[in-house]
């Protein structure tokens, strides 16, 4: 089992940054793949961006240039991080983090994050 735990959103305005970060715990070894989605109410949750264990990425493009995902798994630790940056009332969603391990996906919690304009 992976146990995933957001934290870092909040309420920004437009044209600001926030930092999200995902703790993954329990059995971490051979996770494969870690990613961000994001949900709106009444509509998918959609993927927001995914780091490989290589540290290959990949982004949607209505936040392509304007975020940045990264791992650190130095230490034993297994965070995952989203830096977002020129934020706007459209990126307000639930964000949650994803991990991929042995074909089966796990999720946190999420964490809201809200964009005043």
């Known amino acids: 089992q992976v146990q995933l735990a957001e934290s870092g959103g909040g309420l920004v305005q437009a044209g600001g940054s926030l930092r999200l970060s995902c703790t993954a715990s329990?059995?971490?070894?051979?996770?494969?793949?870690m990613g961000w989605y994001r949900q709106v109410p009444g509509k998918q949750r959609e993927l927001v961006a995914q780091i490989s264990t290589g540290g290959n990425t990949n982004y949607a493009d209505s936040v392509k240039g304007r975020f940045t995902i990264s791992r650190d798994n130095a230490n034993a630790k297994n965070m995952m991080y989203l830096q977002m940056n020129s934020l706007s009332p459209e990126d307000t969603a639930v964000y949650y983090c994803n991990a991929v391990k042995l074909s089966r996906t796990y999720w946190g919690q999420g964490t809201q994050v809200t964009v005043s304009s």
């Open positions: 329990g059995s971490i070894f051979s996770i494969a793949r």
